[in-house]
T-cell receptor, first 112, second 113 residues
Framework: QKEVEQDPGPLSVPEGAIVSLNCTYS??????FMWYRQYSRKGPELLMY????GNKEDGRFTAQVDKSSKYISLFIRDSQPSDSATYLC????????????FGPGTRLSVLP | NAGVTQTPKFQVLKTGQSMTLQCAQD?????MSWYRQDPGMGLRLIHY???????DQGEVPNGYNVSRSTTEDFPLRLLSAAPSQTSVYFC????????????FGNGTRLTVT
């Protein structure tokens, strides 16, 4: 079993839909959780950064962490064509860069 | 503020050739790292550095060398390129300490024939 699992997609939704992107993990020591967005032929850019359990909201984006279920989610409200990208989850036990573990990414297409 | 800059953007090598991928950051970050990204595999750590003069191996270091003589620069050297090293390479940097996410460059696409 991989340490971090993520549905690879691709996921296609109509503009304005609510999108749910999910990752599961096996290491109960993880406590730092991140979501990155990666446009085609670009580097990943940080979207959300959360510590421990709970929700964090930033505009149309909400990150949710459920440590008891070892499950994190990213919700995108009122999705836009500009949200079309690959979304990577990442997590770490100690916030040291060398210990970040990345999921393989979910490709999202938002259709106008 | 340029962030993390990688050169070149694209490169084609023949098997056995060597080359250096350049990475520079202007954020005064202590931590720098190199990843490769392959379809379905996610980002895999090649080498990393927690400061000038200090480097260490990541998950997939074989066939690659690094050095860190300054805070700003962290070049990745391919010693004798192999087709298995065909990939997209990303450099990333961060501060050390709490709330220190990684900042990525835009990658180098390498093809080894």
């Amino acid at each position: 079993q991989k340490e971090v699992e993520q549905d690879p997609g691709p996921l296609s939704v109509p503009e304005g839909a609510i999108v749910s992107l999910n990752c599961t993990y096996s290491n109960s020591a993880f406590q730092y959780f991140m979501w990155y967005r990666q446009y085609s032929r670009k580097g990943p850019e940080l979207l959300m950064y959360t510590y421990s359990s709970g929700n964090k909201e930033d505009g149309r984006f909400t990150a949710q962490v459920d440590k008891s279920s070892k499950y994190i989610s990213l919700f995108i409200r009122d999705s836009q064509p500009s949200d079309s990208a690959t979304y990577l989850c990442a997590m770490s036990a100690d916030n040291y860069g060398q210990n970040f573990v990345f999921g393989p990414g979910t490709r999202l297409s938002v259709l106008p | 503020n340029a962030g993390v800059t990688q050169t070149p953007k694209f490169q084609v090598l023949k098997t056995g050739q060597s080359m250096t991928l350049q990475c520079a950051q202007d954020m005064n970050h202590e931590y720098m790292s190199w990843y490769r990204q392959d379809p379905g595999m996610g980002l895999r750590l090649i080498h990393y550095s927690v400061g000038a003069g200090i480097t260490d191996q990541g998950e997939v270091p074989n066939g690659y060398n690094v050095s860190r003589s300054t805070t700003e620069d962290f070049p990745l050297r391919l010693l004798s390129a192999a087709p298995s090293q065909t990939s997209v390479y990303f450099c990333a940097s961060s501060r050390t300490g709490e709330e220190s996410p990684l900042h990525f460059g835009n990658g180098t696409r390498l093809t080894v024939t």
